[in-house]
């Protein structure tokens, strides 16, 4: 018997512990997640330029610029009013800049 409390003595303990299998897990899980941003930051810029087409990568050297520019003349604002009062629960006024109104008002 004393042999046997001699080896005890020797070798660690090999019984399982929960808290030592949660930290593989946690590491585990830094790991993957770790090279997982790192791909997705390698790999984004790469698929980008691939999914492109070639006119928009060539921009004003030479292509087809995809730039849109355009102007907004006089705008002509309103107000539209519905009410509950009104014969119908679709009928809209609108009421335009100058008092005139239309619709149902």
Do not use: K
């Not at 019984?15 to 993957?32: E, Y």
């Amino acid at each position: 018997m004393s042999l046997e409390r001699d080896w005890d003595s020797i070798r660690p303990d090999r019984s399982f512990r929960a808290a030592d299998a949660g930290m593989g897990i946690l590491r585990i899980t830094l790991l993957f997640g770790s090279a997982a941003v790192a791909l997705a930051l390698i790999a984004t810029p790469f698929l980008d330029s691939q999914t492109r087409p070639q006119s928009a990568r060539d921009g004003l050297a030479g292509g087809l610029d995809m730039t849109s520019t355009g102007s907004i003349g006089r705008r002509d604002t309103y107000t539209l009013r519905r009410s509950v009062l009104q014969p119908l629960p679709s009928s809209i006024c609108v009421i335009r800049n100058d008092g005139s109104r239309h619709g149902d008002c």
